[in-house]
Structure formats: C-alpha cells, structure tokens
C-alpha cells in the first residue's frame, strides 16, 4: 500500500489533474487506411491492435499547477494563487523552488525557450513485449528522450546550472566544463546555448560520433580521452576536466585583477558542475521524474522501478521519492558486466569492456546511493542492444542502447519476483536513438561485433511466423486498382491511347455488355501495325487474343494448374480468392507477363475486375523471400 502522503495532490491518471478543474476537450484522430498504389504492396504480418491514444492533460493554468509542492511546503490546502519561482526572471514572491522542480509540471502550450521543454516527459505503457514475455504485469516507460536535449540528463544540466547561477558560483563568462558519456555534455551544451556559456566537454573515445556532432552544432569544445583510461588516472576525461578547470581558473585570477564582473574585459573561470558528486543531480530526479511518475501512473501506486545505473542520480533521486510514496516498491538496478557499481561485489567479477553506453562506472561517484535499491542486475551488450532494437521495431519507441539494457532487467526482475495481474513496473528509457544511428542500430556494427545472431534469430522466427499468413495471402490482399479495359468494338488507336496513358503493355477487352472476351497486347499492336494487317482504325477484335475460341474444358482453378500447361494458350479463371501462393509456384509469370482477375456475375458471365502484373508482386515476393 502507498502512503496517502501524496495522494492529495497525486490523481490516479496518466496526468496530473487537479481537483475541481475540468479536463480540456481534445477530439480524438482519426487515421484513414493507406491507399495502396498500383505497384506497391504494404503487408502488416504479427501486428497487435494499432490504437491512437490521445492523451490529454488537463491544465488550470500557471497558478493551479502550483499546488504540487512538498508535504513539507504546506500543512493544509495550497494558496493556489501562489507564485511559482521563475527561471527567466529570478524573481519570486515566496522562498524559490527549484527550476526542475518546476518542470515537473505541465509546461504551457507555448513556450519561452526551450528549457521549458525540459521534464513533464510522457509515461507509455508497453504492449507488445510484456505479452511476447507472458507478463501479465503491466510495465511503463518513462521516455526521457522526450526532453528538449533527447536524454534524462537535460533535466539535471538544467538543474545543476541553476542551482550554480543562484549560488554565485556561476557567473555571467565563465566557462562549463564536464566530464561525460555525452547526454549531460548535450544537455549542458543545450543549456548553456541559451543562457550563453561557453562549454568544453571532455569525452572517452568510445562515445558515439553522433554525441560529437551534436556537442559541435551546439557549439561545444570537445576533448576527447582514452576509453581505457581508469577513472583516476591523469589521462581519464574526469581527471582532463579538472586540470583544465584549475588552468582556466589561474589564468582568469591573473587577468582579472582590479576588474569586476560584467566589465568588457572580465575573463571568466573554469566551471566543473561535476554530476558526479552534485546533489543537485539526484535532487533533480527526486523532485522532478519521481513526482511525475506518482503523478502519472494510474492509481498513484508503483510496484518496481527498474532504471540503469551511471552516475546513480537517476535512479537514487527517483527511488527515494517512490520509496517514500510506496515503502513496498522494489528498486532493480542495472549495471553492466565490466562495471564495480552493482551489490553484492561478487556480481562485479569482471572488468571486461563494454559497448552500451551511458551506465556503468569503474568507481562510484558520491551522488550514487545504493542502500536504496533492492536488487541488482548484470546486463551485457548482445542483450541490451537486441532488447533496444526490439523495442524499436514492437513498440515503436526509439530508444538506446541502455534503455534495452533496463527494459531486459525489467523483464528478468518481474518474472523473478513473480509480478502478476495488476502490478506496475516502471523502467526508465534513458535517451533515444539519434545518439547511435552508426552503432546498435546499424547490421552491419552489430555483425562486427558478434551481436547480429540475436537478431538474426529474432528475425527469423517473426519471418517463420509471417510465412504462415502469407501462404494463405489471396489477390485480394494485395490492394488492386480495378481494371482498365476496351471495348471489342474499339479502335487500335483507342487501345494505344490507353496504354500510353496508363503504362501499360496489355488490356482486358470486353464486349457491350461487359463480360471478358479477349486481351490486346502491345506486342499484338506492333506486329499488325508493322506487318499492315491493321491500321490505327483496325477493330481490336481482329487483333487480340480472343477467349471465346478457347474451349470450356480448359476452365480450372490455379490451384490445380500444371506448371506445364501453362505454355498451352489456354484460359486460367483467376478469382480474388486465388491464393498467391498458387501463382507463384505455378510458374504463370514464367511465361505471361500480366494476369486478368475475375469474377461471375449472377448470369455466369465472366467480367475482369483487376489486372496482375509481374511489378504487383514484388513487394510480397521482397518481403515473403
């Protein structure tokens, strides 16, 4: 059972929703079905449901969402006309709370800056996997590559520069300086482009060269240090942060004599905001994402929160507000095989390398508070990279490496404790897919790297399982445009207008009354007109093929044609409902290069209704093969 500490500010929706205030009225989207062109076939094999969940967050404006604060803020109902600390200003009518604190609520419609679009990131629920794994439980993912800089760690870049700027610690010149993975690079980087800091990021070389290119456009100096380098060696990125931060900060003492800050020529001083040991960083986590998750989840309550651990902020801040809210929520760690941070240390029994980036450390940093999690769990690469794609390709979120890394723990942590029909897990997705478009996303890196067989597998068991739908796939399926003909009585001019017209090289030729007596191709139109048999106002029934010469027994249903019978020049009847699979192991395009598709009316007659060609089918044979 929760706590009722919160419960008097804490709805139990997926959104906030303060009492009294009615909910915004959205109308829901409607998706249309896609129209399928003539060439191409688009088939959905495996799939669930697709639902369109319109969520709406209910919004009483600046001064209602006020009334989430600490219990330790108020003891009875909330001034709900109390101003809010804000960033733009620094100004404030009641003592300040922090900015990310803040973020923790519904951020206005518009914005602005972008640092508004920090925190409030959407918590969805996932589908797919949970029942693929037999799950019964529910789990949600917190999706933190929603925030402004694409990761979790925007929300503490942003919390840590404020919390320097209010300390004077931080001033207007002064130089940020960060050792990091590259999120809370990009998120300080992000920050500091609109409050207009210089930054210098020093990186290990394993970090993916999208991070370099995005600290680059955001206009971060990047230094980058040896992976291999122990994290308190002189040449670690954390130790190569710190010297250039004492060097920047002698030379900025000797210039600045008999200078104050904001004059032309003051120098600013290196800055290390250090998220290692911050406390802003799990504070960040504790009075934002943890707030937001009891805020969200449906009925207030959270069984497991299962997060990645680097730093350790995140899952820290995060755990000891739900271990406040819920005191029976169980808190799993994930931490990498070739990382020290997991308990008990006979977990960490190697120091191997690793390729999932942005958890695991070989010490651990100050802000990390193990004490607070129930269990730990060792992820390797090959598992936390195919569960990131999995989570790609079966719920559509795009995600990291490390977020497949806690959705796997997530995975493993509810089957050993054995989660049932009405509990809630939530997992932390850390960041997105942007940062690692030449890494796990890539085949070809994960073939180099031994990981491609997990996918390889996956593969072909989702591939085994379409098959099986496919083999029973009819014409109907593949989305046909209906058939363009000619009339019997019809020019050859006529004919050729069509066939320029529409790209095509055959057509249907039926009588007045509509039913199908004859096929005209371009070879036909050539040879007659070449030869002089006919002329542009030749009728096409002197030309074309005619069926109504063909004899009635050769009527059969392509399920029982003989491959060899096909070179005959012979009537097949071809029905919607004729299996594609028919067609294709009969070997009717071997020698035709187009198929009419038919069907009775109630006099018996038969009428064409589509037209088959060898294009229509290489969708299904690309996809099917």
């Known amino acids: 059972m929760c706590r009722p500490s919160l419960d008097n500010h804490l709805a139990p929706n997926a959104y906030h929703v303060q009492k009294n205030v009615k909910p915004r009225q959205v109308t829901p989207t409607i998706i249309s079905p896609l129209q399928i062109n003539f060439f191409y076939v688009v088939i959905q094999f495996g799939m669930g449901p697709v639902t369109n969940t319109n969520t709406t967050a209910a919004t009483a404006g600046q001064a209602a969402m006020a009334n989430i604060i600490n219990e330790k803020d108020c003891a009875g109902p909330v001034n709900a006309n109390a101003e809010r600390y804000d960033h733009r200003k620094h100004t404030m009518e009641r003592p300040p709370e922090p900015d990310s604190a803040a973020h923790s609520r519904h951020p206005p ?234 308990e008990p240390e006979d977990l960490n029994d190697d120091r191997q390398s690793y390729q999932t980036e942005g958890i695991g450390y070989d010490f651990i940093p100050d802000v990390l508070k193990r004490s607070l999690v129930t269990s730990w769990l060792k992820s390797n690469d090959a598992d936390s990279l195919t569960t990131a794609r999995r989570l790609i390709r079966s719920e559509g979120l795009l995600v990291g490496g490390s977020s497949g890394a806690a959705v796997w723990g997530a995975i493993q942590a509810a089957k050993h404790h054995k989660l049932g029909k009405g509990d809630k897990v939530v997992v932390i997705l850390a960041d997105g897919v942007r940062n690692y478009l030449t890494k796990f996303v890539s085949e070809d890196w994960m073939r180099a790297r031994g990981f491609l067989g997990n996918v390889e597998s996956e593969k072909e068991e989702e591939k085994s399982k379409a098959q099986k739908n496919r083999d029973e796939m009819r014409l109907r399926d593949l989305g046909l445009k209906p058939v363009v003909c000619v009339k019997v009585n019809d020019k050859c001019e006529a004919a050729v207008k069509v066939m320029q017209d529409h790209a095509f090289d055959q057509l249907p030729v039926q009588n007045e009354a509509g039913k199908l007596v004859g096929l005209v191709t371009l070879g036909n139109l050539l040879s007659a007109l070449t030869h002089t048999r006919a002329d542009p106002s030749t009728q096409i029934s002197s030309i074309m093929f005619d069926f109504r010469r063909l004899p009635a027994r050769t009527f059969a249903s392509f399920s029982s044609t003989a491959p060899e019978r096909l070179a005959k020049r012979e009537f097949q009847e071809v029905t919607v409902d004729t299996k594609i699979k028919d067609i294709l192991d009969s070997g009717f395009f071997d020698f035709w290069s187009a198929m009419i598709v038919t069907e009775r009316d109630e006099s018996g007659a038969i009428k064409p209704v589509h037209t088959v060609t060898k294009v229509d089918l290489l969708s299904y044979l690309v996809e099917g093969r």
């Open 109 to 342: 419609a518009a914005m602005n800056n972008v640092l508004e679009a920090i925190g409030n990131t959407p918590l969805v629920r996932l589908n797919r996997i949970p029942q693929e794994e037999g799950l019964e439980c529910e789990i949600w993912a917190k999706c933190e590559f929603f925030n402004a800089g694409g990761s979790v760690k925007d929300r503490i870049a942003l919390r840590m520069i404020e919390e320097a700027e209010r300390s004077g610690r931080l001033q207007p010149g002064d130089i940020l300086i960060e050792p990091t993975s590259g999120n809370t690079g990009i998120g300080l980087a992000l920050c500091a482009a609109i409050k207009g800091y210089h930054t210098i990021i020093t990186l290990p070389e394993k970090m993916s060269a999208e991070k370099v290119s995005i600290l680059r456009a955001l206009g971060a100096e990047i230094i980058r240090t040896p992976t291999e380098a122990a994290w308190d060696s002189p040449e670690s990125h954390i130790s190569v942060a710190r010297r250039i931060e004492k060097e920047l900060c002698e030379r900025a003492e000797k210039l600045n004599v008999g200078k104050k800050v904001g004059d032309e020529e003051w120098v600013g001083k290196g800055v290390v905001l250090d998220q290692y040991v911050n406390v802003a960083n799990p504070a960040a986590h504790e009075e934002g994402t943890g707030r937001e998750i009891l805020e969200q989840i449906p009925g207030g309550k959270v069984d497991m929160i299962v997060a990645g651990a680097g730093t350790g902020g995140t899952i820290t801040g995060v755990a000891t507000v739900l271990k406040n809210a819920c005191p029976d929520v169980k808190v799993i760690g994930i931490d990498p095989h070739g990382s020290i941070l997991a």
